[in-house]
């Protein structure tokens, strides 16, 4: 049953409600409109995830703080680190990649069924984001991936290395 019965009622309430919605603006979102640069990097991501007792490593990197945890599904083990980095940190954990490079390395089969572990880069630029699993079979791309694993271990306590 209508809440309101009177037809002329539905129709005055219905006009005043018509203007409302076509009157909220859209907002714009504020992260797209900070990055000037399509191509530079904001996000990079380093898993290594697999194996009989279910073993994981992801370590995610943003301009500002970098996150680590790992641990084995098995053994229901888990422990997470955290940092603020500085700029200069930043660019010098991202100098070695290119990102007009990254549209060509190439990933390889999953090693995961075959109880192996299969590691994951993921890196994220406003205009796209890229995903490479077991690429260090690439080898000639893999080296900016690679230059970027020994600088992070530069960064990250030993256990999470």
Same mark, same amino acid.
């Given at each position: ?18 203007? !409302? /919605? /076509? ?7 504020? +992260?797209?409109?900070? $990055? ?6 904001? /996000? ?5 995830? @697999?194996? &009989? ?20 599904? !098995?053994?229901?083990? $888990?422990?997470? *680190? ?7 940190? *930043? ?14 390395? %190439?990933?390889?089969?999953?090693? %995961?069924?075959? &109880? @192996? ?7 994220? +630029?406003?205009?796209?984001? $890229?995903? #490479?699993?077991?690429? #260090? !079979?690439? +080898?000639? $791309?893999?080296? %900016?991936?690679?230059? /970027? ?11 999470? %290395?």
């Amino acid at each position: 049953m209508p809440a309101i019965k009177n037809t002329p009622l539905k129709l005055l309430f219905s006009l005043f409600l018509l203007p !409302a /919605f /076509f009157s909220c603006d859209k907002k714009e979102n504020p +992260t797209s409109a900070g $990055h000037k640069n399509p191509n530079e990097i904001t /996000f990079i991501s380093l898993s290594n995830i @697999g194996g &009989d007792q279910g073993y994981y490593k992801i370590i995610k990197v943003t301009k500002d703080s970098i996150q680590a945890e790992q641990g084995m599904a !098995a053994r229901a083990t $888990h422990k997470e *680190w955290h940092s603020a980095i500085s700029v200069q940190i *930043w660019k010098q954990l991202i100098s070695s990649i290119n990102t007009k490079d990254l549209d060509v390395i %190439q990933s390889s089969p999953s090693k %995961q069924s075959v &109880d @192996g572990i299969d590691e994951t880069f993921q890196i994220r +630029t406003p205009k796209k984001s $890229h995903i #490479y699993v077991n690429s #260090y !079979a690439d +080898t000639l $791309h893999y080296r %900016q991936l690679k230059q /970027f694993k020994e600088q992070l271990s530069l960064i990250l306590p030993t256990e999470y %290395q």
